[in-house]
Nanobody, 122 residues
Framework: QVQLVEAGGGLVQAGGSLRLSCAAS????????MGWYRQAPGNQRELVAT???????NYEDSVKGRFTIPRNNAKNTMYLQMKSLKPEDTAVYYC????????????????WGQGTQVTVSS
């Protein structure tokens, strides 16, 4: 089994900062891409940022310059460092990973965390 466990959500005032974490555990051969997605009420889930095992990052335009997505490959852990938060960043944030399992190293499987709420007050 593989689990992605998120932590670090909460309530913050506009202009503040938060750091989310995502830890992958279980029978993992390797993790290729990790990423954060978010879903606000009434909206579809959208990409926030991704990072490859080689450190290549991609950010959604509205978070560029405000969010960063560091990753610790040795610990199978990823973070989302958020600063200058805005009320429109309010959403449930989900961790995602493409993971190769020991029993099938030829392909990656999609895994999701349970989500963590981020609320930014104005």
């Amino acid at each position: 089994q593989v689990q992605l466990v998120e932590a670090g959500g909460g309530l913050v005032q506009a202009g503040g900062s938060l750091r989310l974490s995502c830890a992958a555990s279980g029978s993992i051969f390797s993790i290729t891409v990790m990423g954060w997605y978010r879903q606000a009420p009434g909206n579809q889930r959208e990409l926030v940022a991704t990072i490859t095992s080689g450190g290549i990052t991609n950010y959604e335009d509205s978070v560029k310059g405000r969010f960063t997505i560091p990753r610790n490959n040795a610990k199978n852990t990823m973070y989302l460092q958020m600063k200058s938060l805005k009320p429109e960043d309010t959403a449930v944030y989900y961790c995602h990973a493409i993971i190769r399992r020991h029993w099938d190293q030829s392909r990656g499987y999609d895994y999701w965390g349970q989500g963590t709420q981020v609320t930014v007050s104005s």
